[in-house]
């Protein structure tokens, strides 16, 4: 009996340490991939960006596990990066200063373009504590119309930041 008292509260310990943890993103990576940036929608669709073995290639997917609508490129090879165009912008010095960090990945596809965003911003909470508010999505533009497709931050698995660490994608200083 004794035994089990400390296994019980070490799994009862665990159970409300994750209890309240919210979901995160089941990323659209397949096997020998590894996942940059993936976030759920507002709607319940999963948002992938991919690196293939080694820096192979990078790929973004848009569906669900069971379902993904939009394979970007459909050719899997060393000329994906690209086909995108990486921006990031920095302004340091917290929420006193409006802080922020955003990084945006755009491509087209189809006629259609598309933005993927991550943006940290630092502000005050009404206690004014210091805090940082993130929020992700994808703004599609298609024939002249943009469609905002927000995502819920709590989801977020890594960073959009990430794919500039392979040095393969196309830099856009000016790009917004």
């Known amino acids: ?15 409300l340490l994750t209890a309240g943890a919210p979901p995160k993103a089941v990323p659209l990576c397949q096997a020998g991939e590894t996942t940059l940036f993936a976030f759920q929608t507002k709607g319940g669709k999963t948002a992938s960006l991919c690196r293939g ?9 848009f569906g669900t596990p069971g379902k993904v609508e ?3 490129p ?18 340091g010095g917290g929420a006193a200063n409006a802080g922020r960090e955003t990084s945006q990945l755009k491509f087209e ?6 933005t993927l965003s991550d943006e940290t911003i630092a502000g005050y909470d009404k206690n ?13 533009l298609v024939k002249g119309k943009n469609i905002l497709v927000k995502g819920s931050p709590n989801t977020v698995v890594g960073g ?3 794919v500039r660490d392979d040095n393969k994608v196309k830099i856009d200083e000016d790009m917004q």
Request: glycine share 4%; charged share 20%.
């Open 70 to 72: 939009l394979q970007y």
């Open 1 to 15: 009996m004794v035994r089990l008292v400390p296994a019980f509260v070490l799994a009862s310990s665990c159970l």
């Open 74 to 91: 459909a050719a899997l090879n060393a000329s994906s990066w690209q086909k995108f165009t990486y921006w990031s912008y920095t302004r």
């Open 128 to 140: 004014r504590e210091e805090v940082y508010r993130r929020e992700v999505g994808i703004d599609v």
């Open 109 to 114: 596809n189809a006629g259609v373009e598309y």
């Open 53 to 61: 073995p080694k820096g192979s290639y990078l790929v973004y997917r």
């Open 160 to 162: 959009l930041y990430k």
